[in-house]
């Protein structure tokens, strides 16, 4: 998860560089997509967009435990 999502962090850092203060890390970008779930809950609710947030939330923790895998030591981890 961590690779997929950092790459996707890359990406949206190279197209966002002149408008971020504070570049994307990889466990921004499950957060990113429970926010438009939750958006798309509120202008119409349905299951799918529960279940999706909660799938999010699963790679949100897929990707820490990568992070802690990657870096045993808790001040060599990427800041998120």
């Given amino acids: 998860c961590f690779d997929l999502y950092s790459k996707m962090a890359e990406v949206l850092n190279a197209r966002f560089r002149d408008k971020l203060k504070t570049p994307f890390a990889a466990t921004d970008m499950p957060i990113i997509q429970i926010e438009l779930k939750i958006c798309r809950e509120q202008h ?13 939330a699963e790679v949100l923790d897929e990707i820490q435990q990568d992070i802690e895998r990657m870096y045993p030591e808790p001040q060599l981890r990427i800041k998120s």
């Fill in 44 to 56: 119409k609710p349905k299951r799918d967009n529960r279940v999706d947030i909660a799938g999010y």
